[in-house]
């Protein structure tokens, strides 16, 4: 590949461009973000992003257009090794950490990173999910001894106040992925978690959602993490975060997070009928883990990967074409019964910058 520049335009898929651009060590240029918004230019979250990517690489570099329209950024190579990041309360740990789990089985060092700032705020995705959901989709690739992520503190929105570790081992190469049979629903798992608030709300969570699961299936177990003091963040909240596992490891997940005026039961049948729905969008992969897995068997060994998919986001639709665009791969979409799909490609045989510039 050469070093030829990346060009996007747009603020959607910012961070998904950023890192297919540090995969590859290739610059990026991303003109017109949000030019016809009333404040222009990119948010401080963007730029907290950037500032992170700084942090895992070596020499890289990012230039600015005087509006914030337009970046123009050079990546480094990749080193990894221990590092703190504060995350805007704009976004939570979650929006930053997803994108930042792909670059860390390549990087130089095994990575050893601390984010503080909100843990779960409803929008992006929670630590929570990262933590039972992410984390294992990772070790489909071979990427487990030494992976781990812990909730030290939580931080509710709007001040945060939490904070996440997470630790990642470096791989040469990762597995080639061959995901076929989603399996059956065997059982549901979930954690309802409270801060700054009584304890008694993530016991109401807890029994409202098995009131709802309890008819779909009879193993189910919640349990409640309740913080207090200094591990509670600076805001008080709770949210219940659920995940449904199958026969052959397919993991399917909802999560719901309190607002003003909502009682425990809204969030518990808020989530338990969303996990109920992305149950029934099929599939070994939930959707918002769709874009990783994409991702991973693109830079897989030069083997074929195979991944049964349901329904596919606009977003992965999207990601499959920046996929072609900038790392040449492309996939053969082969319809299955019931709106699934066999999704195959052969990777890149990505081991690093050095053997694809």
């Keep these: 590949m050469s070093k030829s520049l990346i060009r996007f335009t747009g603020h959607t898929f910012f961070r998904q461009r950023l890192v297919l651009s540090t995969l590859i060590g290739r610059p990026i240029r991303i003109d017109a973000i949000r030019a016809e918004d009333d404040n222009p230019g990119i948010r401080d979250y963007e730029a907290g992003f950037l500032r992170l990517l700084e942090k895992i690489t070596n020499g890289s570099s990012v230039e600015i257009s005087y509006t914030g329209t ?24 979650g929006w930053y950490l997803e994108s930042i789990m792909v670059l860390a089985p390549f990087l130089k060092k095994p990575l050893n990173l601390t984010l503080k700032g909100i843990t779960t705020d409803g929008v992006d995705i929670s630590a929570d999910t990262l933590r039972t959901v992410t984390l294992p989709h990772l070790t489909l690739f071979g990427i487990s001894e030494g992976l781990e992520l812990k909730i030290t503190k939580r931080g509710a929105a709007p001040l945060g106040g939490g904070e996440v570790s997470f630790s990642c081992p470096t791989l040469r190469q990762i597995k080639t992925l061959n995901f076929s049979d989603k399996g059956r629903i065997k059982r549901i798992r979930g954690i309802a978690h409270s801060v700054r608030v009584s304890p008694q709300l993530s016991n109401r969570m807890v029994e409202a959602s098995r009131s709802i699961l309890n008819r779909y299936i009879p193993d189910i177990y919640l349990y409640t993490d309740v913080y207090r003091g200094e591990e509670a963040g600076k805001s008080p909240g709770y949210a219940l975060t659920l995940v449904a596992e199958s026969t052959t490891g397919t993991l ?15 969030i518990a049948k808020k989530a ?8 029934s969008h099929k ?13 991973l068997m693109s830079l897989g060994s030069e083997d074929v990967s195979k991944c ?34 066999m999704l195959s490609c052969v990777g890149i045989g990505y081991t690093g910058q050095k053997k694809v510039a």
């Design 70 to 93: 337009s970046i123009l950024y050079q990546p480094g190579s990749l080193v990894g090794g221990k590092v703190t990041h504060d995350c805007s309360t704009s976004k939570s740990i």
């Design 252 to 266: 399917h997940t909802a999560e719901a997070v309190s607002e003003p005026g909502t009682t425990p039961e809204d």
């Design 272 to 279: 338990a009928f969303g996990l109920l729905e992305e149950i």
């Design 283 to 295: 599939g070994a992969v939930d959707r918002s883990h769709q874009w990783l897995v994409l991702l």
């Design 308 to 341: 049964r998919m349901g329904e596919l986001t606009p977003h992965t639709i999207q990601f499959m074409r920046d996929l072609r665009d900038v790392l040449g791969v492309t996939f053969k979409i082969k319809p299955l019964n019931d709106d699934e799909y």
